[in-house]
Nanobody
Framework: QVQLVESGGGLVQAGGSLKLSCAASGLTFRSYDMGWFRQAPGKEREFVAAVRKYGGATYYADSVKGRFTIARDNAKMTLSLQMNDVLPEDTATYYC???????????????????WGQGTQVTVSS
């Protein structure tokens, strides 16, 4: 059974930093492209960042580029999201997702990912 478990969420002041982690089990982690998505209350789930199977190419939403960094450790089967210079609009529930074969043009679509975590809440105060 595939499990993705996020951790590291919490309350942070604007301009601060937070690091999210996702622990994976039940899948061949290195064979999956991994992504972070977020969903704020009343809004649709949106793409944040993604990293290819072997940790090569990374992709970011324009809204987080230069502030967030996605990384993976295939040996430890973990995914992380380092969030710096956070803004109140970064407040959302953050989800870890896995997809086995994702075309580059669809890397930012939630439908491209087959497995999801339960999410971790991030709240940024102004």
């Amino acid at each position: 059974q595939v499990q993705l478990v996020e951790s590291g969420g919490g309350l942070v002041q604007a301009g601060g930093s937070l690091k999210l982690s996702c622990a994976a089990s039940g899948l061949t982690f290195r064979s999956y492209d991994m992504g972070w998505f977020r969903q704020a209350p009343g809004k649709e789930r949106e793409f944040v960042a993604a990293v290819r199977k072997y940790g090569g190419a990374t992709y970011y939403a324009d809204s987080v580029k230069g502030r967030f960094t996605i990384a993976r450790d295939n040996a430890k089967m973990t995914l992380s999201l380092q969030m710096n210079d956070v803004l109140p609009e970064d407040t959302a529930t953050y989800y870890c997702a896995a997809g086995s074969t994702i075309i580059t043009s669809t890397i930012g679509r939630s439908a491209s990912y087959t497995n999801w975590g339960q999410g971790t809440q991030v709240t940024v105060s102004s």
